[in-house]
């Protein structure tokens, strides 16, 4: 027996989740991506993950490039969510975007609630998606309240 399969994504729209923006940055290209799939994994060693389409054009170059930043943003970077998830050309978007250069050398997004330099650690099938893992090598944060998003839509607490 299986959920349908609007039944299931309307469930999941209702599952309110901060917002945060991956950039990567290899031979292949550089850019990011909008993603509100982001989660802790371990302390010890200091793992997070985040899940990716199979059919996102940004998994060759996730593989290639062994590395990545976590942006999570605040709420009053609605837009900058909204660029990264929109068709524009993404590393246009991310050449928009006032950035510093982190361990790896994957530009990271200013002005975020936190920023977290990543080496690939692990990729996990999973359907129609990879888990991506990756292992914090460098971390940043500052104050602010999150954008979240909730039911299809952007809010923020308060």
């Known amino acids: ?3 349908d399969p609007k ?6 729209s209702l599952w309110a989740s901060g917002v945060s923006v991956i950039t990567y940055s290899g031979n292949s290209g550089k850019g990011g991506l909008t993603v509100s799939s982001f989660s802790s994994v371990s302390l010890d ?3 997070i993950s985040f899940c990716l389409a199979k059919s996102s054009s940004a998994i060759s170059i996730f593989q290639e490039a062994k590395s990545f930043t976590v942006n999570v943003l605040s709420a009053d970077q609605k837009q900058v969510s909204a660029d990264f998830a929109s068709s524009q050309d993404k590393a246009m978007v ?5 950035t510093f250069v982190g361990e790896t ?3 990271m997004i200013s002005d975020c ?3 977290l330099d990543c080496e690939l ?3 996990v099938d999973a359907g129609d998606h990879l888990i991506l893992i990756g292992l914090v090598v460098w971390a940043k ?3 602010g309240s999150p954008l979240l998003y909730f039911n299809k839509g952007y809010h923020s607490l308060g």
Do not use: H
Request: proline share 10%.
């Open 1 to 3: 027996m299986s959920v």
């Open 7 to 12: 039944v299931f994504k309307e469930a999941l």
């Open 45 to 47: 060693p200091p793992l």
């Open 94 to 98: 991310l050449d928009a975007q006032k």
């Open 105 to 107: 050398g994957v530009p």
């Open 113 to 115: 609630l936190t920023n």
């Open 121 to 123: 650690f692990q990729t």
């Open 141 to 143: 944060s500052q104050g």
